[in-house]
T-cell receptor
Framework: DAGVIQSPRHEVTEMGQEVTLRCKPI?????LFWYRQTMMRGLELLIY????????DSGMPEDRFSAKMPNASFSTLKIQPSEPRDSAVYFCASSATGGYRGYTFGSGTRLTVV | AQTVTQSQPEMSVQEAETVTLSCTYD???????LFWYKQPPSRQMILVIR??????QNATENRFSVNFQKAAKSFSLKISDSQLGDAAMYFC????????????FGGGTRLMVKP
């Protein structure tokens, strides 16, 4: 298994531009999570899906952030318009029901908004 | 809501020595899971060890072991024979059986290993 695959690994964009982060979860995992990591706030859960349905998006900072999961093998996190304070590492993680094995994380996308 | 606290922002250990990282959590639940994750400079989050609350026996994975004290709501990680590759951020995490598969993470402890 290739694990959770995120792209791009690095993204540098100008303020005001649209940014799309992508994630492919592990096949057979029915939960998908998006986290943001910063020095100041640590790991923050933004949103998670179960069977492609968003369950809890209370961590999404504002309307500029949106996430979709059109099928079991793909999810996107979009920021429009981006701002410098959105600079962070964004992680996608997936897990199977039961969760005993915890999450499998992707390698993250480092986003820099200038 | 559950909270997870890692009271040591930074720790250091001499190579080949043993170090213990602390984690406490707040919950009213009796059944749950606990995890330790490692994040090296590569930033990849790696599962180190896990513990089921109903198991009294402490989990062990090679040089990594935990001291799970359910009554005290404490879940510390012991790293024996520390190696340079153990240098990383370590995160403690809690999973409630009543919150889907959602994990609540602590703030992390940065471990430095001195040669």
């Amino acid at each position: 298994d290739a694990g959770v695959i995120q792209s791009p690994r690095h993204e540098v964009t100008e303020m005001g531009q649209e940014v799309t982060l992508r994630c492919k979860p592990i096949s057979g995992h029915d939960y998908l999570f998006w986290y943001r990591q910063t020095m100041m706030r640590g790991l923050e859960l933004l949103i998670y899906f179960n069977n492609n349905v968003p369950i809890d998006d209370s961590g999404m900072p504002e309307d500029r952030f949106s996430a979709k999961m059109p099928n079991a093998s793909f999810s996107t996190l979009k920021i429009q318009p981006s701002e410098p304070r959105d600079s962070a590492v964004y992680f996608c993680a997936s897990s199977a029901t039961g969760g005993y094995r915890g999450y499998t994380f992707g390698s993250g996308t480092r986003l820099t908004v200038v | 809501a559950q909270t997870v606290t890692q009271s040591q922002p930074e720790m250091s250990v001499q190579e080949a020595e043993t170090v213990t990282l602390s984690c406490t959590y707040d919950t009213s639940e009796s059944d749950y899971y606990l995890f330790w994750y490692k994040q090296p400079p590569s930033r990849q989050m790696i599962l180190v060890i896990r513990q089921e609350a109903y198991k009294q026996q402490n989990a062990t994975e090679n040089r990594f072991s935990v001291n799970f004290q359910k009554a005290a709501k404490s879940f510390s990680l012991k790293i024996s024979d520390s190696q340079l590759g153990d240098a990383a951020m370590y995160f403690c995490a809690y999973r409630s059986p009543n919150a889907g598969n959602m994990l609540t993470f602590g703030g992390g402890t940065r471990l430095m290993v001195k040669p």
